[in-house]
């Protein structure tokens, strides 16, 4: 998981938040949220920054919608607390039942492509052309070279089960580009940066905007389901479900993952979640609450490691985040392409993400089209009442612009 201190500050850096703040909210929302997981729900879970939903933060929230990095944290916020009330009086249950799964699929994949196409971006891969929007960019740049060679490695190590594989990955780019002058080492230890930057620095000026209730719904949206998607994977993978297939402690699980999200907001970072990445560490043996505290002990410890974190360059970066994209695509995979109602709406969902650069707006538009599709085909027993209702809801913002 720690190659998340090394690649959050470079995507939240992008909105004109302080880097080395952002990297010791990281470090600190990391620890913080991931003994709460150990001490109250006792799993082996960690949580960090999600992957996605940085993204989505810095280039949705922020340079697409033209909120301040402020009002995206005060939106982050809100969504925190939303969780926690849909976990305390279990509404999350009805939500996520009430969502079509192809759909969750779709945006899981989407989030991937999203991400896939900044890391392109980011590295010089793919570049704007007037003619046909992108193009590939220059292949003999170092830069995209180096990027690739990233992608190549983190892939490699990891099918390999070499532990830290993503790290490496990182880290070995990062060596090459320096006598290149691509990368600029200064240090690996130090004093940690000042957190007070983004500390409490929350604005909720923009609260009573339709725009902000549907950032609030995309970070809760994405979150509510990647958190139940990794409790479900990681304790499945442990063995801690009981008979029936259900979760102990669930609540206190998933409270624990609301809090993170707030708690976060507060210091001054994206939204955090569990991370899949949990599993490496039941894979080892971890069963309880005590593998999670080892995690939030070393995430402390990399608070003294900024120089180094500094160093790493963002095609450096870059490769991590297109690994992920790899990894996040394979829900496209479990779609059920026989049903044509259920396959467009997914395909738009998924494909508009990265297109638009909007996270949200590739949501909207794949419940509004799983809507309008379901009801002129006339299978009105899977146009939920709870589908209907927030497709009129992204309809609404789509139409007030």
Known sequence: MVYIVFVNPQILGNTGMDKGAVFVATCIAAAVSTLVMAFYANYPIALAPGMGLNAFFAFTVVLTMKYTWQQALAAVFCSGVIFFFISVFRIREYIINAIPRNLKLAISAGVGLFLGIIALEESKIVVASPATLVTLGDLRNP???????????????????????????????????????????????????????????????????????????????????????????????????????????????????????????????????????????????????????????????????????????????????????CVMARGLAEIDW??????????????????????????????????????IAGKFADAKPAVLVLALIFALKFAIG
């Open 143 to 325: 830069v995209a070279l180096l990027c690739l060679l990233g992608l190549v490695l983190i892939t490699a190590l990891n099918y390999r089960r070499v532990i830290a594989g993503t790290l490496i990955g990182i880290l070995a780019v990062t060596v090459i580009g320096i006598p290149l002058g691509l990368a600029t080492y200064s240090g690996a230890v130090s004093a940690p940066p000042s957190l007070q930057p983004t500390l409490l620095q929350l604005d909720f000026l923009r609260a009573g905007e339709i725009s902000f209730m549907i950032v609030v719904f995309s970070f809760l949206f994405v979150d509510v389901f990647d958190n139940a998607g990794t409790l479900i994977g990681v304790t499945h993978q442990a063995g801690l479900a009981d008979a029936q297939g259900n979760l102990p402690r669930m609540k206190q699980a998933l409270i624990a993952d609301s809090f993170a999200a707030t708690f976060g907001s507060l210091i001054g970072t994206s939204t955090t979640t569990s991370y899949i990445e949990s599993a490496a560490g039941v894979a080892a043996g971890g069963r309880t609450g005590l593998t999670a505290f080892f995690v939030a002990v070393f995430f402390l410890a990399a608070l003294f490691f900024a120089p180094l974190a500094g160093t790493v360059p963002a095609y450096a970066s870059s490769a991590a985040l297109l690994y992920v994209a």
């Open 338 to 375: 026989n049903d044509i109602t259920e396959a467009a709406p997914a395909v738009v969902a998924a494909i508009t993400m990265p297109l638009t650069y909007s996270i949200a707006t590739g949501i909207g538009l794949g419940f509004i089209t799983y809507a309008m599709a379901k009801l």
